[in-house]
Nanobody, 126 residues
Framework: QVQLVESGGGLVQAGGSLRLSCAAS????????VGWFRQAPGKEREFVAA????????ANADSVKGRFTISRDNAKNTVYLQMNSLKPEDTAVYYC???????????????????WGQGTQVTVSS
């Protein structure tokens, strides 16, 4: 069992930056692959970024490539999402998700994760 808590959301102007954190408690985070997803009002939740349990490989959605970077610090049981050049269309609730795995792969589908945080709101004003 692992508990996930997101933080770092807020209101920012277009072109600005935010760094989201996903802190895990309950057990070592180093055995979990982690992903970030987001859900905008009236839309389905969508994949944003994912990282392997070791942090050696990662993936981003096309919509955020070149702007968002996922990283992790297993010593701190935390995964980060650095978001730069934010756009109004990035406005959403951002969720981190985790999956306990023996493999060194990342996962991009919601149904591949079994632990979810409560989400943190990101609002980008134009």
């Amino acid at each position: 069992q692992v508990q996930l808590v997101e933080s770092g959301g807020g209101l920012v102007q277009a072109g600005g930056s935010l760094r989201l954190s996903c802190a895990a408690s309950g057990r070592s985070f180093s055995t979990f692959a982690v992903g970030w997803f987001r859900q905008a009002p009236g839309k389905e939740r969508e994949f944003v970024a994912a990282i392997t349990r070791s942090g050696g490989s990662a993936a981003n959605a096309d919509s955020v490539k070149g702007r968002f970077t996922i990283s992790r610090d297993n010593a701190k049981n935390t995964v980060y999402l650095q978001m730069n050049s934010l756009k109004p269309e990035d406005t959403a609730v951002y969720y981190c998700a985790a999956r306990n795995t023996l493999s060194y792969t990342y996962y991009t589908q919601e149904n591949e994760y079994n632990y979810w945080g409560q989400g943190t709101q990101v609002t980008v004003s134009s």
